[in-house]
């Protein structure tokens, strides 16, 4: 049974920075997505098996981070320059295939989650 722990959420002003982390069982391809809401959980970032390649949405993309530490079997999301509208859960989520991917389908794990709230 494969396992994801979250951590890392909390309450931060517009502006500042959260570090999120997802510890896994073993090593596998990577990504965070995120639900607000009354909306659907979308895709943030993605990393390969190896950390070779990472993919951010474009809502994201120059604030936020993906990396890992494959000794710990641990993935990061650094989250700068956050908005309120960066608000909402965020899931981490392991896929078997080593290639990255932006889908929720095709993700086979996911961690329970992490609330992110942004506001003054």
């Known amino acids: 049974q494969v396992q994801l722990e979250e951590s890392g959420g909390g309450l931060v002003q517009p502006g500042g920075s959260l570090r999120l982390s997802c510890a896994a069982s073993g090593r596998y391809s990577m990504g965070w997505f995120r639900q607000a809401p009354g909306k659907e959980r979308e895709f943030v970032a993605a990393?390969?098996?190896?950390?070779?390649?990472?993919y951010y949405a474009d809502s994201v993309k120059g604030r936020f981070t993906i990396s890992r530490d494959n000794a710990k079997n641990t993935v990061y999301l650094q989250m700068n320059s956050l908005k309120p509208e960066d608000t909402a859960v965020y899931y981490c989520a392991a896929r078997i295939n080593r290639r990255y991917s932006s889908s929720l389908n095709e993700y086979d794990y996911w961690g329970q989650g992490t609330q992110v709230t942004v506001s003054s």
């Open positions: 990393s390969s098996w190896s950390g070779s390649t990472t």
